[in-house]
């Protein structure tokens, strides 16, 4: 299949075939490769595959756990893929062992270029968020972002992610507080799902508000664009990110979707507005207000 030189796209039914190509590097107008899994002790898939495909829109790069150098990881010239819109970094959850320095070194070597929209990244063994992902933010372009199962101590702050439309956190066990950045005021969709040790929501401090000033005064929306607010399996939660535990249907104007489910210590304050409006509201498993 890779004597196809000229291929840009192929569809099937079954995603496993695009990880089934053969020195896939030789297609260098291919746009989208939506499953490539390292096999660096099998030729034609290794990392250095991946060079030269400048023309990709989506990726996704399965079993990065085989990856054990930096110098392996840079071969994949993530950051000089101009057109890829749509990442998947994913590391084998079954996996025998964790290198976390390892895997920490090479994620921070598959810095994708800035104008990359969409970005999952799963099961990363690593310490903290990329340095590209955090303080020194380098895809501001960002619109969607998916954690699941890494094992981060320190999360990214995405204040500068001002295109942000939708965060999904799933199956992390460090964090004990979600900051309200500033730049989610864009943010469409919200999914909190299997976070152990999540107890309470946090604003920036004034020093901290870019605008130099409250984040939240009086009469502002919260979440003005939110449209669905999920949260599952998050057994410290208290309750919704109400600020003074002012209850106020306009903290979200637009919301249409609640969801709070396996919450036992969740305390279900929630405004008659939103029931007797044609917003869905589900609560369940959660501590009842007396």
Known sequence: MSNLAKLCHFYVPYNGLHSDIYCVGKLKLLEELKVFQVNKNSEGFEPKQLEHLTKLRELGIYNL???????????????????????????????????????????????????????????????????????ELAVEALQSLYLCGVSWKVFPALGKAWDLHEIRLEDIARPKEFIIEESFCRLIKLKLIGLGSFAKWVYPTEEESSVGGDLLPPDAHMFPLLQVLVIRRCPKLLGLPFSNHIVSPDWFPKLQELEVHDCPKFLPVIPISWIESKRSVTVKCVKMLK
Not at 65 to 76: G, M
Not at 85 to 105: F, H, I, M, N, Y
């Open 65 to 135: 756990e085989k990856i054990h150098t930096e110098e392996e990881a840079a071969q994949a010239n993530l950051i000089e893929k101009k057109y890829l819109r749509r990442l998947t970094l994913d590391w084998d959850s079954k996996r025998s062992s964790v290198e976390p320095g390892v895997e920490a070194a090479v994620l921070e070597s598959l810095q994708p270029h800035g104008d990359l929209q969409v970005l999952c990244i799963r099961g990363h063994g690593g310490p903290s968020c990329p340095t590209w992902l955090g303080d």
